[in-house]
Each structure stands twice: as structure tokens, then as C-alpha cells.
């Protein structure tokens, strides 16, 4: 029922991941309006059903009352089916407040895990590299952006595959007594954690050169870091195109660039990436961009899927008990 395009871009985007990548999926919500907007789509022989949630939580609500007044919300339901086992994650483009608020009570955390950290894929020069946290705690102590690394560590190893991923510590320079007192505490718990691949210091000029795989800051910094990404990218985007249909020598080279800028734009383009995993929970939970589109929901539903067949959470279980 979330986001700002509401269930008919859902409904959209959750048909092609049955389509397309053979998955079951529940649309949990309102169960008339959901079957309303079903309607237009070819369901036969997708695994596609719904579960009935009377209540919505608006975007502008605030988490803590919808929490408290809303037992039978959307999103309330969906976590719920989570936690019994009965879906193996959750996703939702909806109120990222309400998600994480009714996440930490309806899933609890892991063992270990004092605050959960909302893992972004970023596309850099040398890949992807994976940003946390990026929203979900404005305020952090030192030994919660160490938990951030493990478990972006973890990520990166199951899910995207790097053997050895570098850790990276997002702040003002490179060198260790640069920073504020968060930076500066939490460089010394990296540096002492034998388990990561810690490289020290890494400044936002470098977070899209592919100088860490993990990089690891507190929610206020990468909630902004996201933001100002997600601008320039649309900037550089829509700039480039209005220069290239200027004119006829502007309008031939973009003919002959279309390609080259077709790959550009879907390299930056946040729908690729569809969501991002609420990592310290105790279950698979993602939280999509409000405006997502149906491509978006679909990339998303994709993350969960590769998420669970990868064991991500057992993983960072495990690997939060040993560190």
C-alpha cells in the first residue's frame, strides 16, 4: 500500500518478479483495492495472492503511532507473515520509519545487534560497493558502526561475492586523527577487529571510486550522502541529455552515443538497485525509495530472493556472535 505512486505501481512491479523471476509473492493491504488493481494484469498461473490488512500507514505518519494505533497495518500484517514463517521477507517502498520502528518489535534484533543498519548498493568504478548505514540511525555510538561492518562485511561476501572485501570508515581525510569523536572512536574498534578487511579512513570523494567495498558511517551522514547521490545523478542525467538535443551536431552525437549513454544512465539509476536490506534484524526485511516505480519493486523483490538463497541473516548471526 506504501509509496508515493501507491499499489498499482506495486502490483506492477510485483507481477513481473512472479513473471520473471518465478517467485511467489502476498500483496498484503487493503484486499479490495488491491483485487481492483490486479485486475488488468495476466495472473494465471502466477503465484500471486492476497492478504488482507484493513489498516495503511500514511508516508507522513509518524512510526512510533502508527506502531502503537495501527496492529493490523500493512505493514504490521506483512512482518508478521515473516515472523511466522509464512514469507521469507518483506518489502515496502512505504513509511522507512514505520517499516524499521514495527521491524525491531515485530522481528527483534539479532543476538549482538544493538541498532539495524539500512545497506545501500552503490555503483562504483570498480563495481559495487555497499554504503551503511543509510538512514535508519541519526545517532550512533562507536560500537555500532563496527556491528555496521560485520554485517556489511557478510553482505558483501554472500551476496555480491567478494571474497575479501575492504572496509572503509567514511569520513573527513584519510588520516586516523581526522574526523569527530564518533570517527575517531570507532577507526580504533575497526582497527582492532581482525575479522575485516579495515583500510582506514575513506573520504566522500572516494565512496564511488571503488576505494572500499564497505563503507561504513552513521544514518545522518549516509541518509545525506544518499541524497546529494541521488541529485547529482539526476543532474548529470538530465543535463547531458538537454546539451546532446541541442542543435544538429548535438542531436548526431547523442545518436551516436545512445548506446554508451543508455548503459551511463542505467549504471546510476537507483530502480537497478531496487532496495535496500534492513540488515540486524531477525528477518529479511527491504525498504524501497518512496517514488520507486514498478521496476523498482521488482528489483527490489529480486534483493530479498537473493538475500534469502544466500542465507544473509544466519550469516551475519554467526558472524556477529564470533566477532
Same mark, same amino acid.
Given at each position: 500500500?506504501?509509496? *508515493?505512486?501507491?499499489?498499482?505501481?506495486?502490483?506492477?512491479?510485483?507481477?513481473?518478479?512472479?513473471?520473471?523471476?518465478?517467485?511467489?509473492?502476498?500483496?498484503?493491504?487493503?484486499?479490495?483495492?488491491?483485487?481492483?488493481?490486479?485486475?488488468?494484469?495476466?495472473?494465471?498461473?502466477?503465484?500471486?495472492?492476497?492478504?488482507?490488512?484493513?489498516?495503511?500507514?500514511?508516508?507522513? =505518519?509518524?512510526?512510533?503511532?502508527?506502531?502503537?494505533? &495501527?496492529?493490523?497495518?500493512?505493514?504490521?500484517?506483512?512482518?508478521?507473515?515473516?515472523?511466522?514463517?509464512?514469507?521469507?521477507?518483506?518489502?515496502?517502498?512505504?513509511?522507512?520509519?514505520?517499516?524499521?520502528?514495527?521491524?525491531?518489535?515485530?522481528?527483534?534484533?539479532?543476538?549482538?545487534? =544493538?541498532?539495524?543498519?539500512?545497506?545501500?548498493?552503490?555503483?562504483?568504478?570498480?563495481?559495487?560497493?555497499?554504503?551503511?548505514?543509510?538512514?535508519?540511525?541519526? *545517532?550512533?555510538?562507536?560500537?555500532?558502526?563496527?556491528?555496521?561492518?560485520?554485517?556489511? *562485511?557478510?553482505?558483501?561476501?554472500?551476496?555480491?561475492?567478494?571474497?575479501?572485501?575492504?572496509?572503509?570508515?567514511?569520513?573527513?581525510?584519510? #588520516?586516523?586523527? &581526522?574526523?569527530?569523536?564518533?570517527?575517531?572512536?570507532?577507526?580504533? #574498534?575497526?582497527?582492532?577487529?581482525?575479522?575485516? !578487511?579495515?583500510?582506514? !579512513?575513506?573520504?566522500?570523494? #572516494?565512496?564511488?571510486?571503488?576505494?572500499?567495498?564497505?563503507?561504513?558511517?552513521?544514518?545522518?551522514?549516509? !541518509?545525506?550522502?544518499? &541524497?546529494?547521490?541521488?541529485?547529482?545523478? =539526476?543532474?548529470?542525467?538530465?543535463?547531458?541529455? #538537454? =546539451?546532446?538535443?541541442?542543435?544538429?551536431?548535438?542531436?548526431?552525437?547523442?545518436?551516436?552515443?545512445?548506446?554508451?549513454?543508455?548503459?551511463?544512465?542505467?549504471?546510476?539509476?537507483?530502480?537497478?538497485?531496487?532496495?535496500?536490506?534492513?540488515?540486524?534484524?531477525?528477518?529479511?526485511?527491504?525498504?524501497?525509495?518512496?517514488?520507486?516505480?514498478?521496476?523498482?519493486?521488482? !528489483?527490489?523483490?529480486?534483493?530479498?530472493?537473493?538475500?534469502?538463497?544466500?542465507?544473509?541473516? *544466519?550469516?551475519?548471526?554467526?558472524?556477529?556472535?564470533?566477532?
Amino acid at each position: 500500500m506504501g509509496g *508515493d505512486r501507491g499499489p498499482v505501481v506495486n502490483i506492477e512491479g510485483a507481477v513481473a518478479a512472479a513473471r520473471e523471476l518465478g517467485l511467489s509473492i502476498l500483496l498484503v493491504g487493503n484486499e479490495e483495492e488491491l483485487s481492483r488493481s490486479l485486475r488488468p494484469h495476466s495472473t494465471n498461473g502466477l503465484g500471486i495472492t492476497i492478504c488482507h490488512a484493513p489498516e495503511t500507514v500514511g508516508m507522513n =505518519e509518524s512510526p512510533s503511532a502508527a506502531l502503537r494505533k &495501527k496492529k493490523h497495518s500493512s505493514i504490521r500484517v506483512g512482518l508478521e507473515l515473516v515472523k511466522r514463517g509464512e514469507a521469507d521477507a518483506f518489502i515496502s517502498a512505504g513509511n522507512t520509519g514505520a517499516v524499521m520502528a514495527t521491524a525491531m518489535v515485530t522481528l527483534g534484533s539479532l543476538p549482538g545487534v =544493538e541498532r539495524p543498519a539500512i545497506a545501500l548498493i552503490v555503483p562504483t568504478l570498480r563495481g559495487q560497493a555497499i554504503l551503511l548505514d543509510a538512514g535508519a540511525n541519526a *545517532d550512533c555510538k562507536p560500537r555500532h558502526l563496527l556491528q555496521f561492518a560485520i554485517m556489511g *562485511d557478510i553482505y558483501a561476501r554472500q551476496v555480491m561475492g567478494k571474497t575479501s572485501p575492504t572496509v572503509g570508515l567514511l569520513s573527513i581525510g584519510e #588520516e586516523e586523527s &581526522k574526523g569527530n569523536e564518533l570517527t575517531r572512536e570507532a577507526f580504533k #574498534e575497526l582497527e582492532e577487529e581482525r575479522s575485516l !578487511n579495515f583500510i582506514g !579512513n575513506v573520504e566522500g570523494r #572516494e565512496v564511488f571510486s571503488g576505494a572500499a567495498d564497505v563503507i561504513v558511517c552513521d544514518g545522518f551522514t549516509g !541518509n545525506i550522502a544518499l &541524497k546529494i547521490s541521488e541529485s547529482a545523478a =539526476e543532474f548529470f542525467t538530465v543535463s547531458l541529455k #538537454e =546539451e546532446l538535443e541541442k542543435g544538429l551536431v548535438g542531436k548526431l552525437g547523442a545518436l551516436l552515443t545512445r548506446g554508451a549513454f543508455r548503459r551511463f544512465k542505467k549504471r546510476v539509476d537507483y530502480t537497478e538497485y531496487g532496495g535496500a536490506p534492513l540488515l540486524g534484524v531477525g528477518g529479511m526485511c527491504i525498504i524501497s525509495h518512496g517514488r520507486s516505480t514498478a521496476k523498482a519493486i521488482k !528489483n527490489a523483490i529480486r534483493v530479498a530472493a537473493e538475500c534469502v538463497e544466500n542465507k544473509v541473516i *544466519d550469516h551475519i548471526r554467526k558472524g556477529i556472535a564470533v566477532s
